[in-house]
């Protein structure tokens, strides 16, 4: 079960529950898989027609490899598939990256300028 006050973002994916969550050390990773900074990734992803697809992978590999450290690149990749697509990754992606940096009353906190998600990719605790 996913702890939102840690950050944690819970989805399912054809009956496994995965736990999304964008801690220093997964931004770190990122960054270095990246060769970017975390927030600069995040920017990009509000620009569709600009942003890398492998830019998209590396978020959603980094958001689950701390809980789920099985999770490669390629899973990473399959798993976009899995959830619908990019679009509906990339929901994912921003509402666990909201979650990172909650408000000082601990709610997730939106990108600006980031696209309002639905919960239509699994659910979310």
């Given at each position: 079960m996913a702890n939102p006050h840690k950050g944690e973002f819970e989805f399912e994916v054809d009956g496994k529950t995965y736990i999304m969550r964008f801690g220093t050390?997964?931004?770190?990773?990122?960054?270095?898989?990246?060769?970017?900074?975390?927030?600069?990734?995040?920017?990009?992803?509000?620009d569709m027609t600009t942003i890398h697809i492998s830019t998209i992978r590396a978020l959603m590999w980094a958001g689950l490899h701390g809980k789920h450290p099985e999770?490669?690149?390629?899973?990473?990749?399959?798993?976009?598939?899995?959830?619908?697509?990019?679009?509906?990754?990339?929901?994912?992606?921003?509402?666990?990256f909201s979650r990172s940096f909650p408000d000082p009353g601990g709610e997730a906190r939106p990108l600006a300028g980031a696209a309002q998600t639905t919960n239509g990719a699994g659910t979310n605790s």
């Open positions: 050390n997964e931004l770190c990773d990122l960054e270095d898989k990246i060769g970017k900074s975390a927030i600069a990734a995040m920017m990009e992803t509000q999770i490669d690149l390629r899973a990473a990749g399959n798993l976009i598939a899995s959830v619908g697509g990019l679009v509906k990754a990339l929901e994912i992606i921003t509402q666990a």
